[in-house]
């Protein structure tokens, strides 16, 4: 067993720091079609997931992020690995849920987290592409997410938001809405991000509850080194990173160098390679 990775908390859950990714399993690549196609060659099947899913348990990484609803295989790759190793792993979901105000899209929704529940998930976040829909700047309110988050509870979850639009988390904090932990995109290239890199920052340092990062490495547009010496040296020990991997090779690489920006330390990885490898750039070690 490898070292374990740092622990917080989310709503009275002990959930790893580090957090699986899944867009690197279920053909999200944020790149292209090519690279989501050759994502899901590489994961057509459920067994593929098994040895990810190990190399991040043996460093005690034992929490995993995904829409779980639109995943099924790994759904059942994750029960399996349970199985398999006798550790459990803690989901956190992030359905898609319908947010009309009406009494059919309710129903959708209680469907939803029902279903999340019975997928095994522990912690429920609506997805950005939902709660955004709910967000009033004028009133600097995010109308009716009591709803969401009462239903989210009754089937015995934690509630959290999918906050790529940075204001969700603001406008949840003055608001005192029942929610434990928010996703917030942050990279050291502002991928993705709504707003500078710095005011990201500000608000997921300021936040009242632990966020979830998340695309440190900006979807592949920067090195697992500069990635995550940025990400975790920037965020509180209450927070999180999530990181996803295409290999397990890739698992152990980014938990070492994740733990060494933790520790201040550099990282015990291998040069990258070279046609020519004998150049003094690269040094003699």
């Known amino acids: 067993m490898g070292k374990q990775f740092p622990r917080t908390t989310v709503g009275g859950i002990s959930v790893s720091r580090m957090i699986m990714g899944s867009n690197w399993l279920l053909g999200w690549s944020h790149t292209g079609a090519a690279a989501d196609s050759m994502i899901k060659r590489k994961h057509s099947g459920k067994e593929s997931f098994y040895p990810i899913l190990e190399a991040y348990l043996e460093h005690g990484v034992d929490t995993i992020m995904a829409p779980f609803a639109l995943a ?5 790759a994750i029960h399996e690995t349970e199985q398999r190793t006798g550790k459990h792993i803690i989901m956190v979901d992030t359905p898609h849920v319908n947010v009309d105000d009406t009494p059919a899209a309710r129903k959708e929704a209680e469907a939803a987290f029902k279903k ?6 522990e ?23 009591g709803d969401y988050t009462s239903m989210i509870r009754e089937q015995g979850l934690i509630p959290g938001l999918s ?11 003055e608001n005192g809405y029942d929610v434990e932990t928010y996703i917030q995109i942050y990279n050291p290239m502002g991928f993705l991000m709504q707003i500078e890199i710095e005011t990201v920052s500000r608000i997921i340092n300021n936040a009242k509850k632990p966020v979830m990062t998340i695309k440190p490495m900006a979807a592949g547009r920067c090195t697992p080194y500069v990635g995550f010496n940025f990400v975790w040296n920037t965020i509180r020990e209450c ?29 015990n990885i291998d040069k990258r390679s070279s046609p020519v490898m004998n150049q003094a750039a690269f040094g003699k070690k």
Do not use: Q, W
């Open 123 to 145: 912690i429920c976040l609506i997805h950005h592409a939902s709660a955004e829909k709910l967000v009033n700047k004028n009133k600097a309110a995010i109308e009716r997410i």
């Open 163 to 173: 906050a790529h639009m940075p204001e969700l988390v603001t406008y949840s904090d």
């Open 116 to 121: 999340s529940k019975e997928n095994g998930a």
């Open 72 to 76: 099924p295989m790994l759904v059942e």
């Open 239 to 267: 927070d999180m990173v999530t990181v996803g991997a295409f290999t397990e090779e890739e698992v152990r690489e980014d938990i070492e160098i994740s733990l060494a920006a933790i520790e201040r330390r550099y990282p």
